[in-house]
């Protein structure tokens, strides 16, 4: 099956600093990736949505300047938390659309990456 | 706009019972209808979808069936095993839309 990696599984920052995750898709092309956020025993909740070349898509009340997202290439996005605070720490997880000539809506997780500031 | 519901966990078996989470969605049009299992503190995984009515997705001894009468799609097994404790998450994606996910319910399998 098709499958995305995130890097770094686990990141431990001090508040102020910035802290970049990436997301691959690792067997196949994506122009859409979409970057979620989750809370302890929470579901999934969908900041944005990254399409290859262009501006992200960023859901209401989420701050684009707070999270930025980069979609420069097929296989990779970029999240970066700026100036992270202790209200940021989370779970990161990103999910890839496989773009495979064919329209499916079937999404591709990562594993997830725990942010955690100090 | 779309909705998905799913009974409160945690749900607790023993091994070997018999599961059923219930789903139930609010959609226009006809969407793809998934569920996601996410081990403890890792993502999610794909464990079945159906991509239209009366279609049944199964994986693994996990099944669940796509009912527009209804607007649902319970996931049942038939005997579950230890290893299948985690989160279990009823998803729907409408052509071109995002994903809508269910709040999730936990399950916990006691040997």
């Known amino acids: 099956g098709a499958v995305v990696s995130q890097h770094p599984s686990r990141v431990i920052c001090k508040s102020g600093t910035s802290v970049k995750i990436e997301c691959r898709s690792l067997d196949f092309q994506a122009t859409t990736m979409f970057w979620y956020r989750q809370f302890p025993k929470k579901s999934l909740m969908l900041m944005a949505t990254s399409n290859e070349g262009s501006k992200a898509t960023y859901e209401q009340g989420v701050e684009k300047d707070k999270f930025l997202i980069n979609h420069a290439s097929l296989t990779l996005s970029t999240l970066t938390v700026t100036s992270a605070h202790p209200e940021d720490s989370s779970f990161y997880i990103c999910?890839?659309?496989?773009?495979?000539?064919?329209?499916?809506?079937?999404?591709?997780f990562g594993p997830g990456t725990r942010l955690t500031v100090l | 706009g779309n909705s998905v519901t799913q009974m409160e966990g945690p749900v607790t078996l023993s091994e070997e019972a018999f599961l059923t989470i219930n789903c139930t969605y609010t959609?226009?049009?006809?969407?793809?209808l998934f569920w996601y299992v996410q081990y403890p503190g890792e993502g999610l995984q794909l464990l079945l979808k159906a991509t239209k009515a009366d279609d049944k997705g199964s994986n693994k001894g996990f099944e669940a069936t796509y009912r527009k009468e209804t607007t649902s799609f319970h996931l049942e097994k038939g005997s579950v095993q230890v290893s299948e404790s985690a989160v279990y998450f009823c998803a729907l994606s409408g052509k071109g839309q995002n994903f809508v996910f269910g709040p999730g319910t936990r399950l916990s399998v006691l040997p």
């Open positions: 999910s890839a659309r496989d773009r495979g000539g064919r329209v499916t809506d079937t999404q591709y």
């Open positions: 959609a226009t049009g006809y969407p793809s």
